[in-house]
């Protein structure tokens, strides 16, 4: 490989104002001289902060599904409905392609970023020069499919379909949704966490 990175030649861009800076070789106490932010060659401890966010992720992600996401309480009954039973009940109603979205957007999306991201850390922790152009495709796929991540969409949806209101009813989201908006938010944080510039540095290192 033979490109030569900003960091090599002591440059690096201000992540605020874009600033490209030059630095004495080591960026600590580093401040862009424009808007004063803290400059870094690289995202400080991103392997790490990165990992833990995806851990906690993937812990949530089993009570995101299996706890109830919606409690719906009236005089005569009480219901209670995961992401899995607005799935199905849609399905069996005939409107399978908002069944196939929730399923889409609620379970596969959060476990496709959590799978990809962990083939990232892990490619990044063990230096693998891998198809590094791939992997950069990868993490720009995961930064964009993030934004299908919208909890609020979903869980108006699930109340129109699960929840017939009555006079009397009640209705407040479950335990099942706030695991779930965890998930959402950690995975979003993860992909934010992460430097891409990582999987370079590895693959610049394997080749010499």
Not at 45 to 54: G, I, K, P
Not at 124 to 133: K, N, S
Not at 184 to 199: C, G, K, N, S
Request: proline share 4%; hydrophobic share 50%.
């Amino acid at each position: 490989m033979d490109s030569v990175s900003a960091a090599s030649l002591g440059l690096v861009s201000c992540p605020v104002c874009s600033l490209l800076c030059r630095t004495p070789g080591q960026d600590a106490g580093l401040r862009c001289p424009r808007c004063r932010s803290s400059l870094h060659f690289r995202k400080p401890n991103s392997v790490a902060r990165t990992w833990a966010l995806v851990i906690t992720a993937y812990i949530l992600y089993i009570p995101a599904n299996l706890l109830p996401i919606l409690e719906t309480r009236s005089l005569f009954e009480s219901q209670r409905s995961t992401i899995l039973n607005g799935v199905i009940l849609f399905w069996n109603t005939g409107s399978w392609f908002i069944a196939a979205l929730i399923f889409f957007a609620s379970i596969v999306v959060p476990l496709t970023k959590l799978m990809a991201l962990t083939l990232l850390l892990v490619s990044v922790q063990r230096r693998t020069r891998w198809e590094a152009q791939q992997r950069t495709q990868l993490y720009r796929f995961v930064d964009f499919i993030g934004r299908w991540s919208m909890l609020d969409i979903y869980v108006v949806a699930l109340s129109v379909a699960l929840v017939h209101l009555e006079a009397l009813a009640t209705m407040r989201a479950g335990l099942g949704a706030v695991a779930f908006g965890a998930v959402v938010v950690l995975t979003m944080l993860a992909v934010e966490t992460f430097d891409p510039r990582l999987i370079w540095d590895s693959a610049r290192e394997q080749n010499g």
